[in-house]
């Protein structure tokens, strides 16, 4: 898609959301010769994901030629540049397509309360990927919007911080407060012994990267992953050890990857439905009666995480 020039007489829509291959490749097991296919061929699949009119067949900007002739070729080597090979780790046959972060632009971050992107927590305010204003959802749907929409609100949510922070005084942070949180955070480097980062991470991308977990999703496989995260949250992050600063980011880092799982591993078991790039195949119709809704997620008094409906007509309470 990236090798010929951009359409100037044309919007590009796309519904790329790799559930359809996932769950071609789950139903009838990955295919066993390369071809030129694109990851995300537009092929409808029986029994598959549900898939909106308009977006059954590829479409490909020009591939090379002059001026704006409509579409062509899609692009070679499973839509990775040039030749028959992709980028490293991305060559040789194609069994899913999953992108490991489990979501689209703009459908997770900050839950905004407003329309200036500001959060439940006063003085916090967020924009583009850090702020959930689901501008994009659950597809990803034109090219280069997620950009220009994040600059947009980046300018509304700028403007909207300075205006609250000329009317606070800055808060008043105890030493003892300071000194808690420098121990939390340096805590992995003062371990003499531990887990390592990368052992933890990688079995992590194990327990959630596999498509039946990531895309093709049920109650007994999601509630067993979950399981596995909730070992690593309680017992593994903990134990973490960092050797030097760059190990201590890394460490960090994991501890949010973990949460981060648990808050998408919670949110899928919740909404007993499918609909965009979310698919269960214990519920695979969307149920526009009960879930015309966003899911948000809090630390509830008790330390434990807390789900809520946020109904798409209204901001959250």
């Not at 977006?55 to 062509?72: A, L, R, Y």
């Not at 403007?159 to 942070?173: D, R, S």
């Not at 990688?202 to 067993?224: D, E, H, R």
């Not at 980011?249 to 799982?261: F, K, V």
Request: glycine share 12%; with cysteine.
């Amino acid at each position: 898609m990236l090798e010929g020039p951009p359409s100037v007489n044309g919007v590009e829509i796309h519904h790329d959301l790799g559930v359809d291959q996932n769950y071609k490749v789950y139903s009838q097991g990955p295919e066993h010769e390369k071809n030129s296919k694109p990851l995300f061929s537009g092929q409808k699949v029986a029994g598959g994901p549900f898939r909106p009119a308009g977006f059954e067949s590829p479409s490909w900007p020009p591939m090379g030629g002059k001026g704006d002739k409509g579409h062509g070729d899609p692009p070679p080597g499973n839509g990775h540049g040039k030749g028959s090979g992709g980028p490293p780790g991305m060559g040789g046959i194609t069994s899913g397509g999953a992108s490991a972060g489990m979501s689209i632009h703009k459908s997770e971050g900050l839950v905004p309360v407003d329309a200036n992107g500001t959060s439940n927590i006063p003085g916090l305010y967020a924009a583009g990927d850090a702020l959930g204003s689901h501008m994009s959802g659950g597809i990803y749907t034109q090219i280069g919007s997620s950009l220009a929409g994040s600059a947009v609100q980046g300018a509304i949510a700028a403007v909207a911080a300075a205006a609250y922070a000329k009317k606070i005084t800055l808060p008043a942070i105890s030493k003892e407060k300071r000194v808690n949180i420098e121990q939390k955070i340096l805590a992995p480097l003062k371990r003499d012994r531990g887990y390592s980062t990368a052992w933890v991470t990688q079995t992590l991308q194990g327990i959630i990267i596999p498509n039946f977990v990531l895309y093709i999703k049920k109650q007994s496989l999601l509630t067993a992953a979950l399981a596995y995260i909730e070992e690593l949250r309680d017992h593994h992050q903990p134990m973490l050890r960092a050797a030097d600063m760059h190990g201590l980011r890394l460490a960090h880092e994991t501890s949010n990857m973990i949460l981060n799982a648990e808050m998408k591993l919670r949110a899928s078991m919740m909404r007993k439905e499918s609909r965009c790039s979310h698919y269960r195949v214990d519920y695979p119709d969307m149920d526009t009666k009960n879930w015309n809704a966003w899911i948000n997620i809090h630390k509830g008094h008790d330390g434990r995480m807390k789900l809520e409906k946020q109904p798409f007509n209204r901001w959250p309470s």
